[in-house]
């Protein structure tokens, strides 16, 4: 019996580990192991009964019943007979056999459009023996889900190797032991082996269980990480060839789940969004009328390609058969959106999750506030700091440059969840329309409130109750060319935000303000004809920000300086302002932020009013913190270099020279601490020198003495952007010392040869190989003598993108074979003539970067009498930003 038992537990090992395998114990194989067991069983009764006969012997030797021991005997004769048979049946070469099921379910998916080229990407990525976990993202709505399901699909209907596709709903409220469920479920574990068990034990064996597989799980709706071997799945690698796809919101969670490629899913382009559309609403309703299908091409324009909001509304509009119907739609859609059936209930309750998922009331409140600016707008991000800023959503910081940087977090972390977008560069975000429309909606308490957020485009005269609505307001935005008059009593006691943006009003009423002694921001930026400030600005005793930029203002009105809570004061752009009243700057006690960029390309000559008297008043105020300024005097730059207070207020600073020399030491450059921005024009000769030793200008061939070296611009930490116009000088060394910038353009600069001179010695040229390691952004223009960039080879690891135009010197960009650029860079902007004309170190740099090449032949060759015209935004930065015309 024993060899029998050593036998069976030989048995039993082979068929645990096949089971593993997702093979199935034979019939043969499991009945013998059932009748092991009863043999064994019966066994041990005999050897009992034999025990018993001998505790019972007479005399030591002698049984007591002849008869009981005789038939005991007989029974031993046959159990040593059953078991030697039992012995010889357990030689099997074969315990299990596979499992005969579908490796995958078919799932019901609609169908789609659109998801072609997204679905061909991923389907690389599983054929990818280096990519184990896979990313989806995109917003709500957009068919991450439906993308999923297709994937499962084709699994289904393609030749593949993979054991098993697991499916899973992980959803917001999903726990480790739910997601240990489906995968259960899926793989057919035993509910005996499975419900008493503890999260870990169940963990052990749903790994035992796909360890020996090549597996795909596919997991829906993943709103946090969660640890993959915590559930019991194995981690894909080159070796088990297994793939873990997922979907969610937020590309962070991509980089928590350690996704391999992350993949974001986009909204659908303008064809395909049209054809979702039309195929809900159905060719009945289509053919009722002719000019319904023009109108369906404007209806389906406003769902801006979210596929959850396109089909959403073609049904709706389904059984729409009337013109006005149609009409009627398109006008609310625009208008009041959360009115059209199905808005509310299908694509607003399932985007709110993910505003409910927000880290904070902050981050909350400032995503509600994107949705003041126009649909469709690019915001610049620096605007809206400074707004957050004057609104207090970020008075949790003493600091204004902690401010600041935690306003960047919370653009980076709306954008992270798909709530924010890019705008038109990277110093831009935009919010998709219904993204907006949504947002509008919860600002107005989920629609209970409607005019708590007034968004307008057009203000229609309407009597004298055209205002009535707006008692209940507390933020006012107002945009465009179409506000014309704000004529009549505007009753808006609650207000608190009042922007009146890119209008051509030149006055507004003078009792304008009489009824908002609420009112915390004032934003008129942008108002290119408005010359006057309604009387009653200085009764605004709670204002905290003032954006007066972009208008045509005279004079600054004294009453200001009755703003005691004033934190914010841009007056960016304002050419026409030559008047501001002495100790009104320094009247404002309360004063962090104040801006005023004046773009050289915009001016015709220097401004009148006096500069260093404004510098003056600035130094006077206690809480300054945040200074943004042009300069044209040299009295005033070593003003702002020699205050104790101010040289560390600098975050944007242009210096205008009006063609005269400019000779500054780094050593100065580098007091402006938190300078982020540097912009030098008509600069001849530039000088920029390091501790007294030329490093640029009308010197050739000097090099920075290893005595000096990181003593100047490293201290610049904060300089992201450089921008040099119509400047004399022949390299700009220095820029190694720039650790960080990230932008630089040099425009018609008629005598540069090298931006970076080669150098004399390894380390100067170790040196030069690690420049520009944060940049992303190159923008060279009429440049006639420039040669290199560098004649040394640069690493580049974040550059983007290059535009190179007029320089027709220039015979080879700074790449080799081991560029880290040849993975980050995007574009090569420039004339064809200046391509194919450029030097390479072989064929395959070349082969690389030439399908980044984009021409630019359309551009005309530079003007050297007008004004630089760039087609980078960045020498524009401070301009507002205004609805499109």
């Known amino acids: 019996m024993n060899e029998l038992k050593n036998i069976s537990q030989d048995v039993k090992r082979r068929v645990d580990f096949a089971v593993e395998q997702d093979f199935q114990c034979t019939n043969q194989v499991k009945g013998w192991l059932e009748s092991v067991e009863a043999m064994e069983e019966g066994v041990n009764q005999i050897l009992q009964k034999g025990n018993e006969e001998i505790q019972n012997k007479c005399l030591g030797s002698c049984p007591k019943n002849y008869w009981s021991s005789y038939a005991l005997g ?36 609609e169908k789609t459009l659109g998801l072609d080229l997204t679905l061909l990407e991923v389907w690389r990525c599983i054929r990818s023996e280096n990519v184990g976990i896979i990313g989806l993202y995109g917003m709500g709505g957009v068919g991450k889900t439906t993308l999923l399901k297709r994937i499962n699909n084709e699994f289904f209907g393609t030749r593949n190797d993979f054991d098993v596709v697991i499916w899973v709903v992980a959803s917001k409220e999903a726990s480790i032991s739910k997601i240990q469920d489906a995968i259960q479920d899926r793989l057919q574990i035993p509910d005996d082996e499975w419900k008493s068990n503890r999260v870990e034990e169940r963990s052990i064996t749903i790994y035992r269980t796909l360890r020996g597989k090549k597996f795909v799980l596919l997991l829906d709706d993943v709103w946090k990480q969660f640890d993959l071997l915590k559930v019991g799945v194995p981690i894909p690698d080159i070796h088990n060839g297994s793939k873990v796809i997922f979907t969610t919101r937020s590309k962070e969670v991509c980089g928590q789940m350690e996704a391999d490629k992350c993949i974001r899913v986009e909204c659908l382009e303008q064809e395909k969004a049209l054809d979702l559309f039309l195929e809900k609403v ?29 089909i959403t509304v073609g049904r709706s509009m389904a059984s729409r058969k009337k013109l006005e119907d149609w009409e009627r739609a398109i006008e609310l859609l625009r208008s009041y959106p959360s009115n059209f059936s199905g808005i509310v209930d299908c694509v607003y309750h399932l985007l709110e999750f993910s505003y409910d998922s927000l880290p904070n009331a902050t981050t909350q409140s400032c995503f509600l506030y994107c949705s003041l600016f126009p649909k469709g707008s ?56 219904v993204i907006r429309d949504m947002a509008l909606w919860l600002a107005c308490e989920r ?55 890119g209008t051509f009003m030149g006055t507004f009423p003078s009792e304008l303000f009489e009824s908002m002694h609420a009112l915390a921001v004032l934003d008129f930026s942008g108002n290119e004809s408005l010359t006057s400030l309604p009387k009653g600005i200085g009764n605004l005793r709670n204002l905290q920000y003032l954006n007066l930029s972009g208008t045509a203002l005279r004079a600054l009105p004294v009453e200001i300086k009755n703003l005691k809570k004033l934190k914010c004061l841009l007056l960016n752009d304002t050419y026409s302002l030559i008047d501001i009243p002495r100790e009104v700057m320094s009247s404002l006690p309360s004063l962090q932020v104040f801006s005023r960029l004046q773009s050289p390309s915009h001016m015709n000559s220097c401004p009148q009013y006096d500069e260093r008297a404004l510098l003056e008043e600035l130094e006077f105020l206690g809480l300054i913190e945040d200074i943004c300024i042009t300069i044209f005097n040299s009295l005033s730059v070593q003003k702002l270099l020699n205050s104790s207070k101010l040289h560390w207020c600098i975050r944007n600073l242009t210096i205008v020279w009006c063609f005269t020399s400019f000779n500054i030491s780094t050593s100065s450059l580098s007091r402006l601490e938190y300078m982020e921005t540097l912009e030098i024009w008509n600069a001849n000769p530039l000088r920029i020198d390091v501790e007294q030793k030329t490093m640029q200008g009308s010197l050739p061939n000097r090099h920075i003495p290893s005595t000096s070296r990181i003593t100047g611009l490293e201290q610049m930490r904060n300089l992201r952007v450089l921008v040099v116009v119509q400047c004399e000088m022949l390299e700009m060394n220095w820029l190694i010392y720039a ?25 100067i040229r170790h040196e030069n190989r690690n420049a520009f390691s944060c940049l992303t952004t190159i923008h060279l223009q009429g440049l006639p003598r420039l040669k290199n960039i560098s004649l040394q080879a640069l690493a580049l690891p974040l550059l983007k993108e290059i535009e190179v135009l007029n320089c027709p010197s220039l015979e080879k960009l700074p790449f080799d074979s081991n560029t880290s650029a040849k993975e980050s860079l995007t574009e090569i902007r420039g004339q064809r003539d200046w391509w194919d004309k450029l030097l390479w170190d072989d064929e395959i740099v070349r082969n690389v970067f030439s399908s980044r090449f984009v021409s630019l032949d359309g551009i005309s060759m530079w003007d050297q009498d007008s004004p630089p015209t760039l087609s980078l935004p960045l020498i524009v930065s401070r301009l507002p930003s205004l609805p499109p015309t």
């Open 282 to 310: 159905g060719e009945e309703a289509l053919s009722s009328h002719p000019t319904i299908p023009h109108l369906a091409k404007a209806v389906a324009e406003e769902c801006k390609g979210l596929p959850l909001a396109l």
């Open 378 to 433: 690019s915001i610049r991000k620096t605007r809206l700091i400074d707004l957050w800023i004057g609104e207090g959503f970020l008075d949790e910081f003493d600091d204004i440059h902690d401010a600041r940087k935690q306003g960047e977090e919370v653009i980076w972390s709306l954008k992270l969840v798909c709530l924010l977008e890019s705008g038109e560069s990277e110093e831009f975000v935009k919010m998709h329309d």
């Open 447 to 501: 629609g209970q409130k409607k005019n708590k957020y007034l968004v307008k485009e057009s203000v229609r005269p309407a009597g004298a109750n055209k205002f009535v609505k707006w008692k209940e307001a507390e933020r006012i935005s107002l945009w465009g060319q179409d506000i014309r008059n704000l004529d009549g009593v505007m009753l808006c006691p609650k207000v608190v935000t009042l922007l009146v943006t």
């Open 74 to 109: 007989k029974g031993v004769a046959k159990k040593l007979d059953a078991v030697r048979k039992l012995v010889g049946k357990g030689q099997f070469e074969t315990v299990a056999h596979k499992l005969q099921h579908n490796f995958v379910g078919e799932m019901p998916v």
């Open 739 to 763: 650790q960080r910038l990230q932008t630089l353009q040099v425009i018609d600069c008629l005598s540069i040869r090298e931006v970076l001179s080669d150098g004399s010695g390894e380390e």
